[in-house]
C-alpha cells in the first residue's frame, strides 16, 4: 500500500512558476513508478507528467513539454513536479499516482494509487 500527499499548489499569475510535491507513504518508493496527473473543471483527467522508478525515462504531455519537469529523490520518498511559464490553461487539480513499475507506458492511466489532489489556479 502506497498513501500519497500532494503540495504545493495555489494560485499564480501566466507566466509564473509553481512547484508540486508528492509524498508518499511506505519503504518500497523506489519501486514504484510516479505520475502527475490533472484534471480541470468538466474535463477527463488527463496525463501531465511520468518517471520511471529508477528515474529514467521522463515522459510529458505535448502540452506540457518544455515547461514542466518531473523528478524524484527516493531518500525523500518525494516526486516533483516543476512548472514553468505557467497558462491559464493549466488550471486544474493535479494529481500524483503511483504504480508497480512496469514495462508499460507511463502515459496510462493505469496506476495503482492516488492522492488527493492540488490545486493550481493560473490568472490571465
Known amino acids: 500500500q502506497v498513501q500519497l500527499s500532494e503540495s504545493g499548489g495555489g494560485l499564480v499569475q501566466a507566466g509564473e512558476s509553481l512547484r508540486l510535491s508528492c509524498a508518499a507513504s511506505?519503504?518500497?518508493?523506489?519501486?514504484?513508478?510516479m505520475g502527475w496527473f490533472r484534471q480541470a473543471p468538466e474535463k477527463a483527467r488527463e496525463f501531465v507528467a511520468a518517471?520511471?522508478?529508477?528515474?529514467?525515462?521522463?515522459t510529458y504531455a505535448d502540452s506540457v513539454k518544455g515547461r514542466f519537469t518531473i523528478s524524484r529523490d527516493n531518500a525523500k520518498n518525494t516526486v516533483y513536479l516543476q512548472m514553468h511559464s505557467l497558462k491559464p490553461e493549466d488550471t486544474a487539480v493535479y494529481y500524483c499516482?503511483?504504480?508497480?513499475?512496469?514495462?508499460?507506458?507511463?502515459?496510462?492511466?493505469?496506476?495503482?494509487?492516488w492522492g488527493q489532489g492540488t490545486q493550481v489556479t493560473v490568472s490571465s
Open positions: 499516482a503511483a504504480r508497480v513499475r512496469s514495462a508499460a507506458p507511463l502515459s496510462t492511466r493505469a496506476y495503482d494509487y
Open positions: 511506505g519503504r518500497t518508493f523506489s519501486s514504484y513508478d
Open positions: 518517471i520511471r522508478w529508477s528515474g529514467g525515462s521522463p
